[in-house]
């Protein structure tokens, strides 16, 4: 807010980058890229890179974290040193810690964890590099890994983010947003039902403009839910094209 | 091991107890779904601290100190305060709280805490500097939990809010000139609702919370600003349960911050 | 080009009139859902999805192929390729052990062939070694396929095995959570794993059995 030098929206209505309001980055996703992982996707969203890969259900240990009537989803969501300006610690931060829980109580929403009692089934989401949306774009990634693993879900998870700049409501913040703007929308969803598994918001809005934040990223997760299905499917359909040849 | 399966079948029971009184469209202590339960606020209630106040909300207790040191600003905002929250649940309040440092739920209550008071702006950061680059002074908020009877989440914010205007900025002892009262702004107040059910209910107690499937905590300030938002657990809500939500806390808060911090 | 079978994702409509749901469909609203990222097969009136991945889910009087991983004074821990450990307990063995003599009998990376005898509500899994053919499997090779590939690796009737067999000589067992076991000469078992490879990454093909004949063919030329 004090930064009154840097311009976010331009004379047109565009963005520092050029996209209207309501234009997502560029997006890529590719599933099941790791050898080792039981599931595994790498996702591309503007400047993130980053990596997600899944483990088990297997038995939890130590035995008294076991639930005895489902499966733990135990997301941890880590941000590797080199993947900020400023080189960044390792090891998890409180903001990875609320971070790791919310990523993991949005994907339990979606995991029939009643299949699996007594296991943990652990989601590693690696930000390679960050560009302001990691968590939603993590746990978009850390859907298509645990579909990749074969894991039973009622839904594929979805993430997007919607805020707020120079008092105009607009869809997927770049870095710049992130850092001058004055809101930030992080939401997640199960596509089908439309149900909401991820909800946070800071900074500075009326009623009205978070509600057209959360349409306007209730709208784009149903374009990114497309390009997941794409995703997953197209694992299965260069595979044959390569067998075939 | 066994004290947790005692647990599980105690909530097995109070689970219909609870469902059963809901879906008559009662909450078991007699409350409706929008209403708090009792609030006291006691301030000053820590001398040594620069602010304290305990909040008792039903029989949760939550105590805030607030203490005020000189510091160094961080380098991007040289001209500018610096607040932090920490939050302890101390085992004092529960038999499931341990010792040690501050597990995830800890740290997602300060964090929440923190983000509502640090995005409505409330301290004035701008009045907080001594030397720009060199010299600010740092606003310590330490959230004690004490009892735990549920809602930890509006019960610590109310705290750290009464606190903080209940905080003289010590000057004199560090020779910087005279004490001076710390410059707030806003008032803002988080209000928290889980769902049970198809049936949605603010200020849930322990019993309450230990069977919600979602929670959501919105904090809002004067005008109608919504300042935070966190949505909690592994259950779901629908837009239009949001949607109301948020229009519910901006209510609901505003009458809080009336009756009680003005 | 090869075709393929039709896949599905979780939370996926699955278009089926007139079909019952069957395994890996969740029914919301009268309407199905896939829970799966899987194969849509349709049998006996029902649709089922069958996974493409994922652990293996043992059931009672599955035949599995596990390794010893850890030894107790009247049990072993066996690793069967689930997400949970299984028990041997000395009472479930052909042989009589004393007390601690456990590992004179079965020691520690042994390979064993065994019957999945109960699985409790909280999928406790007991296994046991107490029938004709359930033994240690000595020597081998050990190859680990996805379980879910595990029926398109046997094939109809037991035909992609008995193919495998033909052309390789060598003796294959196929454990129900995807372990297999292979004996014979280093090329054979090469072989078999190369073909096995091919089953693996193409088992949601149409003509696998054609693809992996000339395979085998081309590979026994050499």
Known sequence: MENKDIKLINEDGTRIDGRRPDELRPIRMKVGLLERADGSAYLEWGGNKILAAVYGPREMYPKHQQDPARAVVRAR??????????????????????????????????????????????????????????????????????????IPMRDLVVGCTAGKIEGVVVLDLNKEEDNYGEADVPLGILPRTGEIVLFQMDGMMTEEELCTALDMAYNAAMEIHRMQVKALKDVYMKEAEEGGE | MSTKLTE?????????????????????????????????????????????AMVTLGNTKVLAGIKVEPGEPFPDTPDRGVMTTNAELVPVASPTFEPGPPGEDAVELARVVDRGIRESGMIDLGALVVEPGEKVWIVFIDLYILDYDGNLFDASSLAAVAALTDTVVPAERWDLGEDFKLPVTKLPVSTTFVKIGKNILLDPSRDEEAIAQARITVTTTEGGMINAVQKGLSGTFTMDEVRKVINKSIVIGEQVRERYLR | MVKVREIVVPGELIDAPGLKPGRGVEVVGGKMYSLYLGIKTTRGGYVNVVPLKGKYMPRRGDKVIGKIVDIGPNYWVVDINAPYFAPLHVNDVPWKVEFGDTPRYLGLGDTILAKVSNISEVKQIWITLKEPGLRRLEGGHIFTLSPTKVPRAIGKGGSMISMLKEYTGCRIYVGQNGVVWIDGSPEGIMLVVKALRLIEKEAHTLGLTERVKELLEGESKR
Do not use: C, H, W
Not at chain 1, 107 to 122: G, H, K, M, N, Q
Not at chain 1, 135 to 142: F, P, S, V
Not at chain 2, 30 to 45: L, P, Q, T, V, Y
């Open chain 1, 77 to 150: 969501y880590s941000m590797a040193p080199f993947s900020v300006d400023e080189r960044k610690r390792p090891g998890p931060d409180r903001r990875s810690v609320e971070l790791s829980m919310v990523i993991s109580n949005a994907l339990s929403a979606a995991v029939l964890t009643e299949e699996f009692p007594r296991t943990v089934i652990d989601v590693f989401i690696e930000v390679l590099q960050a560009d302001a949306g990691t968590r939603i774009a993590g746990l978009t990634a850390a859907s298509l890994a645990l579909a990749d693993a074969g």
């Open chain 2, 8 to 52: 599980s079948i105690m909530s097995e029971i109070k689970r219909e107890y609870i469902e059963s009184a809901l879906s008559r469209g009662e909450r078991i202590d007699g409350r409706g779904m929008d209403e708090f339960r009792e609030i006291k606020i006691e301030k000053g209630i820590i001398p040594r601290a620069e602010g304290s």
